[in-house]
T-cell receptor
Framework: SQQGEEDPQALSIQEGENATMNCSYKTSINNLQWYRQNSGRGLVHLILIRSNEREKHSGRLRVTLDTSKKSSSLLITASRAADTASYFCAPSSATNKLIFGTGTLLAVQP | GAGVSQSPSNKVTEKGKDVELRCDPISGHTALYWYRQSLGQGLEFLIYFQGNSAPDKSGLPSDRFSAERTGGSVSTLTIQRTQQEDSAVYLC???????????FGPGTRLLVL
Protein backbone atom coordinates (compact mmCIF):
# COMPACT_ATOMS: atom_id res chain seq x y z
CA SER A 1 0.00 0.00 0.00
CA GLN A 2 1.20 3.52 -0.68
CA GLN A 3 -0.65 4.81 2.39
CA GLY A 4 0.96 7.80 4.00
CA GLU A 5 1.79 7.39 7.66
CA GLU A 6 1.97 10.64 9.59
CA ASP A 7 4.15 11.21 12.59
CA PRO A 8 3.56 12.31 15.30
CA GLN A 9 -0.06 11.30 15.81
CA ALA A 10 -0.64 14.37 17.95
CA LEU A 11 1.28 17.59 18.47
CA SER A 12 0.62 20.44 20.87
CA ILE A 13 2.51 23.73 20.57
CA GLN A 14 2.20 27.37 21.59
CA GLU A 15 1.10 30.06 19.19
CA GLY A 16 4.08 31.47 17.34
CA GLU A 17 6.09 28.25 17.46
CA ASN A 18 6.83 26.12 14.41
CA ALA A 19 5.16 22.76 13.84
CA THR A 20 6.74 19.92 11.90
CA MET A 21 4.86 16.86 10.75
CA ASN A 22 6.40 13.91 8.96
CA CYS A 23 5.03 11.43 6.49
CA SER A 24 6.41 8.11 5.27
CA TYR A 25 5.11 5.92 2.48
CA LYS A 26 6.01 2.62 0.91
CA THR A 27 5.81 2.65 -2.87
CA SER A 28 6.88 4.92 -5.70
CA ILE A 29 4.74 7.98 -6.26
CA ASN A 30 3.91 10.59 -8.88
CA ASN A 31 3.13 13.25 -6.32
CA LEU A 32 2.30 13.75 -2.68
CA GLN A 33 -0.41 16.06 -1.39
CA TRP A 34 -0.94 17.54 2.06
CA TYR A 35 -4.42 18.33 3.37
CA ARG A 36 -5.91 19.92 6.47
CA GLN A 37 -9.21 18.89 8.02
CA ASN A 38 -11.16 20.71 10.70
CA SER A 39 -13.74 18.97 12.88
CA GLY A 40 -14.05 15.86 10.71
CA ARG A 41 -15.24 17.71 7.62
CA GLY A 42 -13.93 20.09 4.99
CA LEU A 43 -10.65 18.71 3.63
CA VAL A 44 -8.61 21.67 2.47
CA HIS A 45 -5.77 21.18 0.03
CA LEU A 46 -2.48 22.70 1.20
CA ILE A 47 0.30 21.74 -1.16
CA LEU A 48 1.05 19.25 -3.95
CA ILE A 49 4.69 18.29 -4.42
CA ARG A 50 5.74 16.23 -7.42
CA SER A 51 8.18 13.36 -7.31
CA ASN A 52 10.84 15.40 -9.11
CA GLU A 53 10.61 18.26 -6.61
CA ARG A 54 12.49 18.42 -3.31
CA GLU A 55 10.98 21.44 -1.62
CA LYS A 56 7.97 23.68 -2.02
CA HIS A 57 6.72 26.76 -0.19
CA SER A 58 3.30 28.30 0.19
CA GLY A 59 2.96 31.17 2.63
CA ARG A 60 3.85 29.84 6.08
CA LEU A 61 4.01 26.27 4.78
CA ARG A 62 7.13 24.45 3.67
CA VAL A 63 7.02 20.92 2.32
CA THR A 64 9.99 18.70 1.59
CA LEU A 65 10.10 15.41 -0.26
CA ASP A 66 12.83 12.79 -0.16
CA THR A 67 11.94 10.03 -2.59
CA SER A 68 15.04 8.01 -1.67
CA LYS A 69 13.78 7.77 1.89
CA LYS A 70 10.12 7.74 0.86
CA SER A 71 9.36 10.54 3.25
CA SER A 72 7.94 14.04 3.31
CA SER A 73 7.64 16.74 5.93
CA LEU A 74 5.30 19.67 6.44
CA LEU A 75 6.55 22.68 8.37
CA ILE A 76 4.14 25.37 9.55
CA THR A 77 6.00 28.45 10.72
CA ALA A 78 4.74 31.03 13.22
CA SER A 79 1.70 28.90 14.05
CA ARG A 80 -1.68 30.41 14.93
CA ALA A 81 -4.61 29.07 16.88
CA ALA A 82 -6.48 28.80 13.58
CA ASP A 83 -3.94 26.20 12.41
CA THR A 84 -5.45 23.74 14.89
CA ALA A 85 -6.64 20.84 12.75
CA SER A 86 -5.77 17.36 11.56
CA TYR A 87 -3.13 17.21 8.84
CA PHE A 88 -2.92 14.38 6.33
CA CYS A 89 -0.37 13.44 3.73
CA ALA A 90 -1.62 11.59 0.69
CA PRO A 91 0.84 9.97 -1.68
CA SER A 92 -0.55 9.10 -5.07
CA SER A 93 0.50 7.15 -8.10
CA ALA A 94 -0.65 7.21 -11.70
CA THR A 95 -4.40 7.41 -11.12
CA ASN A 96 -3.97 10.06 -8.41
CA LYS A 97 -5.89 7.81 -6.04
CA LEU A 98 -5.12 9.29 -2.64
CA ILE A 99 -4.47 6.96 0.25
CA PHE A 100 -4.63 8.84 3.51
CA GLY A 101 -3.23 7.84 6.85
CA THR A 102 -4.84 8.68 10.17
CA GLY A 103 -3.21 12.10 10.27
CA THR A 104 -1.46 14.33 12.76
CA LEU A 105 -3.72 16.19 15.17
CA LEU A 106 -2.18 19.62 15.71
CA ALA A 107 -3.29 21.77 18.63
CA VAL A 108 -1.99 25.32 18.76
CA GLN A 109 -2.48 26.88 22.19
CA PRO A 110 -3.14 30.65 22.24
CA GLY B 1 -15.54 29.97 -8.86
CA ALA B 2 -17.81 27.33 -7.33
CA GLY B 3 -16.18 24.43 -5.59
CA VAL B 4 -17.22 20.81 -5.37
CA SER B 5 -20.72 20.46 -3.98
CA GLN B 6 -22.39 17.43 -2.48
CA SER B 7 -25.94 16.65 -1.49
CA PRO B 8 -27.48 15.94 0.84
CA SER B 9 -25.30 17.32 3.62
CA ASN B 10 -26.73 14.81 6.04
CA LYS B 11 -28.73 11.65 5.51
CA VAL B 12 -30.33 9.46 8.14
CA THR B 13 -31.76 6.22 6.89
CA GLU B 14 -32.97 2.91 8.20
CA LYS B 15 -31.03 -0.28 7.77
CA GLY B 16 -32.01 -2.00 4.53
CA LYS B 17 -32.98 1.15 2.65
CA ASP B 18 -31.19 2.40 -0.47
CA VAL B 19 -29.51 5.81 -0.54
CA GLU B 20 -28.17 8.02 -3.32
CA LEU B 21 -25.44 10.56 -2.75
CA ARG B 22 -24.72 13.24 -5.30
CA CYS B 23 -21.53 15.06 -6.27
CA ASP B 24 -21.18 18.09 -8.51
CA PRO B 25 -17.51 18.54 -9.40
CA ILE B 26 -15.81 21.78 -10.31
CA SER B 27 -16.77 22.71 -13.86
CA GLY B 28 -14.25 21.38 -16.38
CA HIS B 29 -12.69 18.84 -14.04
CA THR B 30 -12.34 15.53 -15.84
CA ALA B 31 -11.40 13.34 -12.88
CA LEU B 32 -13.77 12.61 -10.00
CA TYR B 33 -13.11 10.57 -6.88
CA TRP B 34 -15.26 9.16 -4.08
CA TYR B 35 -13.85 8.52 -0.61
CA ARG B 36 -15.37 7.76 2.75
CA GLN B 37 -14.23 8.51 6.25
CA SER B 38 -15.52 6.46 9.13
CA LEU B 39 -15.33 7.66 12.73
CA GLY B 40 -11.72 7.67 13.84
CA GLN B 41 -10.49 6.30 10.51
CA GLY B 42 -8.49 7.78 7.71
CA LEU B 43 -10.00 8.44 4.32
CA GLU B 44 -10.75 5.35 2.32
CA PHE B 45 -10.72 5.46 -1.49
CA LEU B 46 -13.86 4.05 -3.11
CA ILE B 47 -13.89 4.75 -6.85
CA TYR B 48 -12.39 7.04 -9.47
CA PHE B 49 -13.85 8.37 -12.72
CA GLN B 50 -12.03 9.68 -15.75
CA GLY B 51 -14.78 11.24 -17.81
CA ASN B 52 -17.73 8.87 -17.54
CA SER B 53 -15.72 5.70 -17.15
CA ALA B 54 -14.42 4.22 -13.91
CA PRO B 55 -10.93 2.79 -14.41
CA ASP B 56 -10.56 2.02 -10.72
CA LYS B 57 -13.41 0.65 -8.62
CA SER B 58 -11.12 -1.25 -6.31
CA GLY B 59 -12.25 0.55 -3.17
CA LEU B 60 -15.95 -0.24 -3.34
CA PRO B 61 -16.56 -2.34 -0.20
CA SER B 62 -19.21 -4.66 -1.65
CA ASP B 63 -21.60 -5.10 -4.54
CA ARG B 64 -24.12 -3.03 -2.62
CA PHE B 65 -22.08 0.01 -3.63
CA SER B 66 -22.21 1.43 -7.13
CA ALA B 67 -21.48 4.76 -8.76
CA GLU B 68 -22.02 6.40 -12.07
CA ARG B 69 -21.09 9.61 -13.75
CA THR B 70 -22.99 11.17 -16.60
CA GLY B 71 -22.05 13.89 -19.05
CA GLY B 72 -18.57 13.98 -17.59
CA SER B 73 -19.96 15.96 -14.70
CA VAL B 74 -22.36 14.92 -11.92
CA SER B 75 -21.78 11.64 -10.15
CA THR B 76 -24.05 9.61 -7.90
CA LEU B 77 -22.95 7.02 -5.39
CA THR B 78 -25.66 4.49 -4.58
CA ILE B 79 -25.66 2.24 -1.57
CA GLN B 80 -28.26 -0.51 -1.66
CA ARG B 81 -29.66 -2.27 1.42
CA THR B 82 -27.68 -0.03 3.75
CA GLN B 83 -26.02 -1.51 6.81
CA GLN B 84 -24.98 0.21 10.02
CA GLU B 85 -21.31 -0.14 9.08
CA ASP B 86 -22.01 2.07 6.05
CA SER B 87 -22.36 5.03 8.42
CA ALA B 88 -19.60 7.47 7.52
CA VAL B 89 -18.86 10.77 5.84
CA TYR B 90 -18.77 10.30 2.07
CA LEU B 91 -16.45 12.74 0.35
CA CYS B 92 -16.19 13.58 -3.31
CA UNK B 93 -13.19 15.24 -4.95
CA UNK B 94 -12.41 16.40 -8.44
CA UNK B 95 -9.30 17.40 -10.32
CA UNK B 96 -8.76 19.10 -13.66
CA UNK B 97 -6.86 16.12 -14.93
CA UNK B 98 -5.40 13.05 -13.28
CA UNK B 99 -2.20 13.84 -11.34
CA UNK B 100 -3.36 17.29 -10.39
CA UNK B 101 -4.67 18.68 -7.12
CA UNK B 102 -7.87 17.13 -5.84
CA UNK B 103 -10.43 19.54 -4.42
CA PHE B 104 -12.85 18.08 -1.94
CA GLY B 105 -16.51 18.78 -1.35
CA PRO B 106 -17.97 19.22 2.14
CA GLY B 107 -19.15 15.62 2.28
CA THR B 108 -22.38 13.81 3.03
CA ARG B 109 -22.71 12.49 6.56
CA LEU B 110 -24.63 9.22 6.37
CA LEU B 111 -26.12 7.62 9.45
CA VAL B 112 -27.74 4.20 9.14
CA LEU B 113 -29.96 3.34 12.08
Amino acid sequence: SQQGEEDPQALSIQEGENATMNCSYKTSINNLQWYRQNSGRGLVHLILIRSNEREKHSGRLRVTLDTSKKSSSLLITASRAADTASYFCAPSSATNKLIFGTGTLLAVQP
Amino acid sequence: GAGVSQSPSNKVTEKGKDVELRCDPISGHTALYWYRQSLGQGLEFLIYFQGNSAPDKSGLPSDRFSAERTGGSVSTLTIQRTQQEDSAVYLCASSFVVEETQYFGPGTRLLVL
